[in-house]
Structures are given as C-alpha cells and as structure tokens.
C-alpha cells in the first residue's frame, strides 16, 4: 500500500493552487463584485507584482478570465469562471468558522443574507443525497485508484 505522504489528495491539490492568502483575498473580492485591476489593489492594498502574479496564477489554471474592459479598452476585467464560482462554499466555510471562533466581543464582521427569503444565515454543509446537515463525525470514505497516484514534487 502507497504510504500517505506519496498520496496526492484533493485538498492537497487544491491547496497547491489556493493555498495563499492573497488568492483567497483576490477571490473574496471578486465574489463581491470587485472585477478592475485597479479595484482590486486600491481595495486589497497589494503589491501590483503580487497582484499580478495572483491573477495571472487564477486565469492560467481557469478560476477567472481576463476580457477588456468594455468601458476602456485599455485595461482588463477579470471575472470567476463557472470553476471559480464554484469555490465559493471555501471562503463560505472559513468565514463561518472565523465569526465562530475568532471575532471577539464585536460579534462577525458581516453578516450574510440569502437573497430569495431575505434572511441571514449560517452556511451549512449537508448530504447532496438526502439535505442531512452533516459533520467530520458523519462522513466514511473508501479510497479510490486517483488516491494512489504519488505527488510530483
């Protein structure tokens, strides 16, 4: 059997990619609407370089694209993919978890809203086959052949 520190998982992938404070901050605006170069390192307060290399970083591996801005041709936009919206239970879940454990007397920074019902909310995880809310304690795994594959490091 491959010992586990020649397994390459998920996360451990995911993590190669994502693991930098930076994208998730990037990737934290963009899921607020922020799509200018300029909006970005203004709101953020980034380094340009760092700045750049992040969402060159993002649009090689597809989470966002880079289109001309339609108001100036001069300058781009970047906007999630279908691939990086579809990260948005990550950021959704780490946030849920810093109001819990990190906020303080203050209470959470800010507070989501769902927009069809209006009212705020706690994200949840759940079953994708029945709705059950579930936990670390809920789960059992079976590895699969992709588990086997050893990291190229």
Not at 49 to 67: A, D, F, P, Q
Not at 112 to 136: R, T
Request: charged letters at 25%.
């Amino acid at each position: 059997m491959t010992q586990l520190s020649n397994r390459i998982s998920s996360v451990d992938r995911t993590l190669l990619l994502l693991g930098d404070r930076w994208i998730y901050l990037i990737l934290g605006e963009a899921f607020f609407g922020v799509h200018g170069y300029d909006e970005f390192q203004s709101r953020l307060g980034i380094a340009t370089n760092i700045l750049s290399n992040r969402l060159k970083k993002l649009v090689k591996h597809g989470i966002m694209e880079k289109e001309k801005n339609p108001k100036d041709g001069r300058r781009f936009i970047y906007r999630l993919t279908k691939k990086g919206l579809n990260l948005y239970p990550i950021p959704l879940a780490m946030m849920s978890w810093g109001d819990r454990w990190l906020s303080g007397t203050d209470g959470p920074p800010l507070i989501l809203h769902h927009k069809s019902c209006g009212k705020s909310f706690q994200p949840v995880m759940c079953c994708s086959e029945c709705g059950e809310a579930i936990n670390a304690r809920d789960v059992s795994f079976t590895y699969t052949l992709g588990a086997h594959k050893t990291s190229k490091r």
